[in-house]
């Protein structure tokens, strides 16, 4: 069983799209988060979700939207998708207090 | 604030030579600290973890880092690295409900 699964795995699409990336956690953690990895392999979160409520948001563009329907669940939502947002996008999920974060396998996305 | 940092951006081993990485963090609090590592084409993966007491943690595949509280640091070393040790790798540190990680380090071993 998948722990943590993202969909698509590869995602190409045109600038100024809109496109959503799916992660689900079969964990039963309570905290869920989406990360960004650029092409210098940086890491860097975007995203937290704790039992439905967005804790940490860091400054990124207003055209990214998390969703999360129910806490197994994160999802990202792009609008007008622009060059610069070419990257590996990765779902994680931890349980608080315990610190370790679970990943998943990543999606690339390539804006053309 | 919390802040990890990798100074080793790049690293090229020949095979059966020791590894060590270097990380060093900024965090006001009582730490845990974390090893990931990101073989090409693949997702992140945790390879070691220190939480609490033996500042000596060993993880798997032979990699083990010592926690070292005076110089904020939590090197990562394996006494002979191979060719399948190519990869990425990343220090992070927990603060509050999230992770911080270091910018990486490429790891090319050479056979």
């Known amino acids: 069983d998948t722990a943590v699964s993202q969909t698509p795995k590869y995602l190409v699409t045109q600038m100024g799209n809109d496109k959503s990336i799916k992660c689900e956690q079969n964990?039963?953690?309570?905290?869920m988060y989406w990360y960004k990895q650029d092409s210098k392999k940086f890491l860097k979160i975007m995203f937290s979700?704790?039992?439905?409520?967005?804790?940490i948001n860091e400054t990124v563009p207003n055209r990214f939207s998390p969703k999360s329907p129910d806490k197994a669940h994160l999802n990202l939502h792009i609008n007008s998708l622009e060059l610069g947002d070419s990257a590996v996008y990765f779902c994680?999920?931890?349980?608080?207090?315990?610190?370790?974060?679970?990943f998943g396998s990543g999606t690339r996305l390539t804006v053309v | 604030a919390q802040s990890v940092s990798q100074h080793n951006h790049h690293v090229i081993l020949s095979e059966a030579a020791s590894l060590e990485l270097g990380c060093n963090y900024s965090y006001g609090g009582t730490v845990n600290l974390f090893w990931y590592v990101q073989y090409p084409g693949q997702h992140l993966q945790l390879l070691l973890k220190y939480f609490s007491g033996d500042p000596l943690v060993k993880g798997i595949k032979g990699f083990e880092a010592e926690f070292i509280k005076s110089k904020f640091s939590f090197n990562l070393r394996k006494p002979s690295v191979q060719w399948s040790d190519t990869a990425e790798y990343f220090c992070?540190?927990?603060?509050?409900?999230?992770?911080?990680f270091g910018t990486g380090t490429r790891l090319t071993v050479i056979p």
């Open positions: 994680a999920s931890s349980q608080v207090g315990r610190g370790q974060s679970t």
């Open positions: 979700y704790n039992n439905k409520e967005l804790i």
């Open positions: 992070a540190l927990t603060g509050a409900n999230n992770l911080f």
């Open positions: 964990l039963g953690h309570d905290t």
